[in-house]
Structures are given as C-alpha cells and as structure tokens.
C-alpha cells in the first residue's frame, strides 16, 4: 500500500532527529580549549536506514504485522538491542503474543548473555501461560543475574503468573528449579513455592513450605507473613506467627496483621487480646486503640467500647504532623471513633448522646446517614428513617445497592422482617445473580418462616459461588435447629468449615447439629471452643442449652448471665431461656 509523501517525509525526519540524539549523548563535549572534532559517521548504512525507514512507515500506516516482520530482520542483522525491544512493542501493541514472543526468542539467541532478553522471554511466557517453556529461560535468567539480584528474580515468579488460569500447572513446572536452589537462593525458593503453592490451592503444600522457610530463616519477615494469608485456611500456620511472637513481643506490625487476620476470621475474642496488647505496647499510636473499640463494641462490650474509642479520641485528636495522606487518615480515624461512639450510646439506650456524638461527625457518608436513621427508627419515626437512606436519582449502581441493604438492615434491626425481605427482593431483582443479595434475601426468608423459599435460594447461593460458606452454613444450621436432615445438615456444615476453618459461627453450627444428634460431649467441646473465640450471646444461648442437657446447669447458668450482661436482647438466648423457663 503506498505512504502518503507527507506522512513519509515526517517519518524519515523523526528517525534522522532519533539518530541526531544518540549521535550527540554517544559523543562526549569536546573540551573548550580544544579545536572543534571532527564529526562521526553513523554505523547505519542506506540499507539498513531504508529497512527502518521502510518498517515505521508501514507502522504509521497501520500495516503492523509487515512492521514487525521487516524490523524483526533488521534487529537480527545488527544485534541491536534497542530494535529488539522496538519489535517486541510493536507486537504487544498489536496484542500479537506470540509474535512478541518469537521476537523475544530471536533476541535472546542473538544475545544468549542479554540480561532484559531472558527476561523479557521469561515475562511474555508467563503473560501466554505457558510455564513449563518458562523453565529454560528462568535458569538462564539466574546464571546471567548478578548474585545479589538472583533472590529477585525467583520471589517475581508468583506476580508473574498469578494470572495463570492453570496454577497447579505453573507450581509443577517450576517445581524442580526451586527444589535445586541451595545457598542464599533457598530460602527465596522456600517462598516462591509457597506463593505459587497458595495460588494453586494447594495450602498444605504453601504450609510446609513456610514452615521450611522459618526454619530456613527463623529471623525473617516472609515466613509471617505467609503464615498470616494461610492462617484462614490452615490453622497450623497460627503456630508460626505465636512462637515469633512469644520470642518477640514487641514485633507490632506482625501482631497487627495477626490480629486483623483474627478479625476477618470472626475470632473476636482472640483480636481483642492482640489489640489490647498492641495499646500497652504502643500506647501513643491511636489505631490499636480504635480497632479494639471496633471489637468490643461488635461484641457489645459497650463500656469497654467507649473507653478504648475515648482513648482513640485523645490520641488522634492530638495535633501532629505528618503527610497530607497521614492527616486525611487521623480525620478519618476521628470521623470513625465518633460514629461507634454514637452506636455504643445507641445500645445503651442513650439516644441524646448518641445523637450528641453523631453531630461531631462531618460529611454525609451513608455510615453517617445510617445512624441517624437508626435514631430516627428507635424515636418511632421508621418512615423518615426510611426516606434517609433512599439514593438519589442520579446515583450510582454502587449506591443504590450499598442503600438498599442499608434500609434493609435498619428494617431488619427494627424487628419488620417481611418489610426487609420485600426491600432485598427489589435488590435481587435489580441486581440479577448477586450471592450477596440472593444470601440476606436468603435470611429474611427464613425469618417469616418461609424456609423452601430459604433454601432455593442458599441453592442459587452455592451455584453462582461454590466457595460462598455462609450458604452452606446457614442451610445446615437451619435444618439442625428445626431438627431436619440432621446427617445432610452435618455434611453442610463440615463442607462450610473446610472452606473457612475455625470460624465461630460454622463451628457453632457444628456443635448445634452435633446436640441435635444427641452427641452431648463432642456438642459441649465444640461449643467451648466457638464460645472461647467470640463470646456471641447466640453461642453462648446454645452453649448453656447442652451444658443444660448434661447436667451442667450451674455453669449454664453462668454462662447465660454473662451473654445477658452483653447482650440481653438477643432473640436466640430469650428464646432459649423462655423455653427452658431459666432465670439466669
């Protein structure tokens, strides 16, 4: 196809003023002293001034693959580095792979010593998936690598194929690579294995291999830090972070991270205790301070709320400097510990200082607009409380889903479960094949009694998402409490806890079907257990019901008061203690 004369006459300009450039950055300032040098010819000849000529114009003229393959000649004849690079480009911008891929190649057997060409090979490799032609390339990429910068290039592995729709297969090919590195090398290896490990699934293997690793290197980072993202799904790993703990205690952001790990696995109980320590041990720093507030007010330890969010207070409202990022955060921080503030005075029924504490928080976040709807909603004005949280013409899908659940809860904590369910139906018809919605839908169905509608829906739950172990659970809990399908409840329930072991509530379920199945001990040992690591009024209702039934009626008792004292209206414990006819 012929090029435009203009168009060709911009082209060779750009390219003379590129060689210009280089020629003047090769070619150091004469000194001013010395006569004027002579001028050095280029090293590219008219052939090879055409062939490039003739390569970006077909570029220009959007004739890529012809580009590509006359620059491709080009860079082969001259070894040049910078051409090979031009080329590869040239064939990612035309979303050519492979052909950036054969490029790369070219470019490393032209240069079989050319550090980027190994990498740049390594990398298209991983972005086509295709591992086991990435094993070559990586050993010639570590031999080539200056040993310093080796550790680099084996921890890059796990980035570079978390893409990878096939990771059991990235992790086997790599396998023996990493198992060969001895030395310096090996503990880099230890984690590489483990990363690609955990991305394939695999999380015994990403165990043992972090276990490896800090016998490897008992004094580094990378083993915690493993531990921490396997601690959801194998609690051996738990074991890891203690002992570093218990050797050094004053490792903060390791029991920072230890305890938002506790957190996301609803252990409450066992965050609080990380956070308390982290106050003593950094009692200036506010954020420890406003987590544990954020803890025990969920676990409605309302005075304790209070002080440690009062503390926050203190800590943040202490003028100091700092980035423009860190001020936004203490604003933050202060905005946060005023809208709990308000919620705890909201659970002890003080409602003027609950709306006291919201009129120091700015803004109209929908947290914010959600509180005052709660104080509106327990004055009596449920409708205005209503008409708060509804989104505004213009707003955004986002929006309106966020305040759609949103009504829904307020609707829910107001007791108007049929109401909350006709809100998450509007939702779920909104948002089609959301396992969000279609779950609280889910929920509020089981609250007006509708229970085949329940568990349709948990069904659709586990379709769209098979991972989603709120479903399981709350199918198997359902029908062990109205003592249904006690062996598929069980199976539900074991599958629940397999995705997310250790988690109180599914552990509760367990122990709740153990009971119905009349297996009073293993019933009492599992409820202990969820009980130890979030004291939840609900629990603790099913807790003192088996301790009940064995005879331990005293400790029931104590255990029911204590759950009181939190929680006292909590419809599972009054539910249990009317039926039972206890005082506790």
Do not use: C
């Amino acid at each position: 196809m012929p090029v435009p004369v203009r168009r060709a006459i911009s082209a060779a300009a750009l390219l003379i003023g590129l060689q210009a450039q280089a020629q003047e950055a090769a070619v150091p300032a004469a000194a001013p002293e010395a006569a004027s040098a002579p001028l050095a010819n280029s090293a590219m000849d008219a052939p090879l001034f055409y062939q490039l000529l003739i390569g970006e114009l077909e570029l220009q003229s959007g004739q890529a693959g012809v580009a590509f393959q006359v620059l491709l000649d080009a860079a082969r004849r001259t070894g040049d580095e910078a051409l090979f690079k031009r080329v590869v480009n040239i064939a990612l911008q035309a979303r050519a792979g492979d052909q950036a891929l054969m490029a790369a190649r070219a470019w490393s057997q032209t240069d079989p010593l050319s550090i980027d060409a190994q990498q740049t090979t390594l990398q298209l490799l991983a972005l086509l998936n295709k591992p086991e032609e990435a094993v070559e390339p990586l050993r010639a990429l570590l031999k080539l690598t200056p040993e310093p910068q080796r550790v680099g290039v084996l921890v890059s592995l796990p980035r570079l194929f978390q893409r990878s729709p096939q990771p059991r297969q990235v992790l086997s090919a790599f396998e023996s690579t990493l198992r060969a590195q001895t030395g310096k090398l090996k503990g880099a290896a230890l984690y590489t294995e483990a990363r690609l490990s955990q991305q394939a699934g695999d999380t015994a293997r990403a165990l043992a291999a972090t276990q490896a690793l800090a016998q490897e290197l008992p004094d580094g980072d990378d083993a915690m830090q493993l531990a921490v993202d396997l601690l959801p799904t194998e609690p051996q790993a738990e074991a890891l972070i203690q002992a570093r703990l218990q050797q050094v205690p004053d490792q903060h952001a390791l029991r920072q991270a230890y305890a938002r790990a506790l957190v996301r696995a609803q252990r409450t109980a066992d965050a609080a205790r990380e956070f308390r320590t982290l106050t003593e041990q950094t009692p200036s720093n506010p954020a420890p301070w406003l987590a544990l507030g954020a803890i025990e007010l969920e676990q409605r330890h309302t005075a304790a709320a209070e002080t440690a969010l009062h503390e926050a207070l203190k800590r943040l409202d202490t003028p100091a400097a700092g980035t423009d990022e860190e001020i936004r955060a203490r604003a933050e921080g202060r905005q946060q510990a005023w809208l709990m503030l308000s919620q705890a005075a909201e659970q002890r029924g003080d409602l003027k200082a609950a709306a006291s504490a919201l009129a120091k928080v700015d803004g109209d976040s929908l947290d914010l607009q959600f509180r005052r709807a709660s104080l509106l909603a327990r004055q009596g004005k449920l409708a205005d409380a209503r008409k708060l949280l509804q989104p505004a013409e213009d707003a955004s899908k986002e929006d309106v889903r966020a305040r759609l659940l949103a009504e829904a809860q307020l609707l829910r904590e107001q007791r108007d479960f049929s109401a909350s369910l006709e809100v998450l139906k509007r939702a779920t018809e909104l948002f089609k094949d959301d396992p969000d919605l279609i779950y609280e839908q889910a929920m509020m169905a089981e609250k007006v009694g509708q229970f085949d509608g329940m568990e349709t829906l948990l069904r659709r739950v586990m379709e769209l998402k098979p991972d989603y172990h709120h479903a399981y659970n709350a199918l198997g809990y359902s029908l062990a409490d109205r003592n249904q399908r006690l062996p598929e409840a069980k199976e539900l329930i074991e599958r629940a806890l397999k995705l997310s072991p250790g988690e109180p509530f599914i552990v509760d379920s367990l122990g709740w079907v153990e009971y119905r199945l009349g297996n009073l001990s293993e019933a009492t040992r599992l409820l202990r257990q969820a009980y130890g690591s979030r004291p939840d009024a609900e629990i603790a209702a099913h807790l003192g019901e088996v301790l009940w039934a064995s005879g331990a009626q005293d400790e029931a008792r104590r255990v029911w008061a204590e759950a009181a004292q939190r929680d006292s209206r909590n419809e599972a414990l009054r539910e249990t203690l009317d039926r039972l006819k206890v005082k506790p």
